[in-house]
């Protein structure tokens, strides 16, 4: 047996009947051009293929909805799932929301040693954070790219800015500059609202939506890049309008002058489409650096 999937036999618990990853049920991958090996070779029959592409499409639409082949997390995992998303989260209080963005799994592992209120991560603990950030993120329906493999990987702060007023840092180099033009272009009601997300950074928001989900692994998946997988770790970031809190994260973003503006400018070149086949929402406030 794969790691991965012996991971995924740990973690993933049945809630409805098929709960089986898609795959796993003898049905071909919903994306094309797959890379995985575990996948089987693509469908030849179109039709099935319409099928799979129209099913991917329904789940991007509503992806805050359940669907009957989601993935959730295995009941006798929720309390620990609990544990290790609590103790993560009081490393961030520790640290600050801003420090929190770069932080190392190292870091993470120094603060808890650090600070008595944090504690001390179990190696229960440990090794549930190692099944979600080394769990194949298709196995649960996310097809998007893992851009970052190590769970360890660390982010230099000297090859970062933080950008003033937002809590929140970019890359040097081109995301940094593409941020500068974008706020000379459109103007000050611009406001960068997500920049550099670490492993760390990026499996804590990805447990905070789980969480939210009921533990739908798949759900969350749909809105939120699984760790290691998200363009935040890499050069990508978020802008919104200023005083436009929540709704910077939502579709009425894509209504905003500032997105309009965006558009207009050719700044606009989105990752998540509305048609996309990473199995991800559309995400019109996601800008997408070429590096
Ligand atoms: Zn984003």
Known sequence: ???????????????YGATRPLWANGA????????????????????VDREQAARMQLKIDRYNEDF?????????????????????????????YGRFNLMSFDGLLKIAAEVPEVGLFSQEEMHFIEEIF???????????????DKLTTQIREKDTIKIAGSGHYLFRGRPE???????????????LTSGIRSVVKQLHLFLLKTEATGGNLSRASRSL???????????????????????????????????KRLTDLGYVDIRYTRTNTYGVRFEPWHIKVST
Do not use: C
């Open 177 to 191: 500059a593409l941020y500068r033009e974008i706020t000379r272009d459109v103007g000050n009601d611009i406001v």
């Open 225 to 259: 890049a699984p760790p290691g997988h998200s363009f935040h770790g890499v050069s990508d970031f978020d802008v919104g309008k200023t005083g436009w809190g929540y709704r910077n994260f939502s579709d009425q973003f894509a209504e905003s002058d500032v997105f």
């Open 1 to 15: 047996m794969q790691r991965r999937q012996f991971f995924s036999s740990l973690i993933f618990g049945l809630t």
């Open 134 to 148: 080394f769990t194949d993120a298709k196995s649960y329906g996310f097809y998007g790219e893992k851009v970052t």
């Open 68 to 96: 009957p082949d989601d993935i959730f997390l295995k009941p006798e995992k929720r309390a620990l799932f609990k544990q290790v998303l609590d103790r993560i989260s009081r490393v961030q209080t520790a640290v600050g």
């Open 28 to 47: 071909v991958p919903l994306v094309k051009n797959q890379t995985s090996s575990d996948a089987p070779a693509l469908a030849v029959d179109p039709q």
